[in-house]
Nanobody, 124 residues
Framework: QVQLVESGGGLVQAGGSLRLSCVVS????????MGWYRQAPGKPRELVAG???????KYADSVKGRFFISRDNTKNTVYLQMNSLRPEDTAVYYC??????????????????WGQGTQVTVSS
């Protein structure tokens, strides 16, 4: 069974930075695409960033140029570097193991269960 454990969240002032980590166990991420999602109170979960097994990345327009996804296959870990944080980035952040749609060049959510997430709170 695939387990994902997110960490690195916290409280930060607007303009600050955080680096999230997602450690995957029960499965190797070498051949998988990975994604980061977030869910703010009262809103649906949304895809923030995805990375293919070939290190192709894609971002939501709202975070483009500020967030950067990366992966370390040797550690079975995916990261999300978040810079220039804004209050609207406040949410619980989750990672997911999925697939890459080569035709559209985008990440598709996989069937793996969700981790507990990590809370990111950005104060103004």
């Amino acid at each position: 069974q695939v387990q994902l454990v997110e960490s690195g969240g916290g409280l930060v002032q607007a303009g600050g930075s955080l680096r999230l980590s997602c450690v995957v166990s029960g499965s190797t991420i070498w051949l998988a695409a990975m994604g980061w999602y977030r869910q703010a109170p009262g809103k649906p979960r949304e895809l923030v960033a995805g990375i293919s097994r070939d290190y192709i990345t894609k971002y939501a327009d709202s975070v483009k140029g500020r967030f950067f996804i990366s992966r370390d296959n040797t550690k079975n870990t995916v990261y999300l570097q978040m810079n220039s944080l804004r209050p609207e980035d406040t949410a619980v952040y989750y990672c997911n193991q999925g697939v890459w749609d080569a035709k559209s060049g985008s990440y598709r959510q996989g069937p793996s269960s969700w981790g507990q997430g990590t809370q990111v709170t950005v104060s103004s």
